[in-house]
């Protein structure tokens, strides 16, 4: 039981570049998050998806896009980095019948 | 005005002291308290959770919500250098998915 997953767990990006950010999670939860965070700034929610299907903005999602695969994996695009973006990403899972949300390793993303 | 108020730190307290963190809030629909702990280069992970008012208290930790004032703490005994983390609180209403989140306090338990 890995919980969930991340990859790559460190990327080296030039502006414009684009880039995927792959997560998994095996313990069958129904809703998944992708965070960002950046010193002194907390995590700040980028997108989420409730159910397989679904996707929703969150606090700052322009510059990303999403897609949930299905149920255990819920990719992060980047479509032209800049360096803005530059920070640790993470993804998350929550099941349908509790609050908590469990988080992979994170992903450091840096744009130069 | 942030929803949730932390303060980041760093705070530096000696092995063996009793800790105190805290978060404040301005939204009264909060029902749900968590506390995470992030040790350095790792994901957040849940280490107490509360619904609504009250204490809750597991082995040297102990999670208090006062509604009334808008304000929850993590109260830490016996701290160790272990302890050393980020640890961040984060709230959510009964009718929302989502979580909002204090920007997380640093701790350092020196030995």
């Known amino acids: 039981n890995a919980g969930v997953t991340q990859t790559p767990k460190f990327q080296v990006l030039k502006t414009g570049q684009s880039m995927t950010l792959q997560c998994a999670q095996d313990?069958?939860?129904?809703?998944m998050y992708w965070y960002r965070q950046d010193p002194g700034m907390g995590l700040r929610l980028i997108y989420y998806?409730?159910?397989?299907?679904?996707?929703d903005k969150g606090e700052v999602p322009n510059g990303y896009n999403v897609s949930r695969l299905n149920k255990r994996e819920f990719s992060l695009r980047l479509e032209s980095a800049a360096p803005s973006q530059t920070s640790v990403y993470f993804c998350?899972?929550?099941?349908?019948?509790?609050?908590?949300?469990?988080f992979g390793p994170g992903t450091r993303l840096l744009v130069l | 005005q942030k929803e949730v108020e932390q303060d980041p730190g760093p705070l530096s307290v000696p092995e063996g002291a009793i800790v105190s963190l805290n978060c404040t809030y301005s939204?009264?629909?909060?029902?749900?308290f968590m506390w995470y702990r992030q040790y350095s280069r790792k994901g957040p992970e849940l280490l107490m959770y509360?619904?609504s008012s009250g204490n809750k208290e597991d082995g040297r930790f102990t999670a208090q919500v006062d509604k009334s004032s808008k304000y929850i703490s993590l109260f830490i005994r016996d701290s160790q250098p272990s302890d050393s983390a980020t640890y961040l609180c984060?709230?959510?209403?009964?009718?929302?998915?989502?979580?909002?989140w204090g920007a997380g306090t640093k701790l350092i338990i020196k030995p």
């Open positions: 998350a899972s929550k099941s349908a019948s509790t609050w908590t949300q469990y």
């Open positions: 313990m069958n939860h129904n809703s």
């Open positions: 998806s409730a159910s397989e299907g679904t996707t």
């Open positions: 939204n009264s629909a909060f029902q749900y």
């Open positions: 509360t619904y």
């Open positions: 984060a709230m959510a209403t009964r009718s929302n998915y989502q979580l909002i």
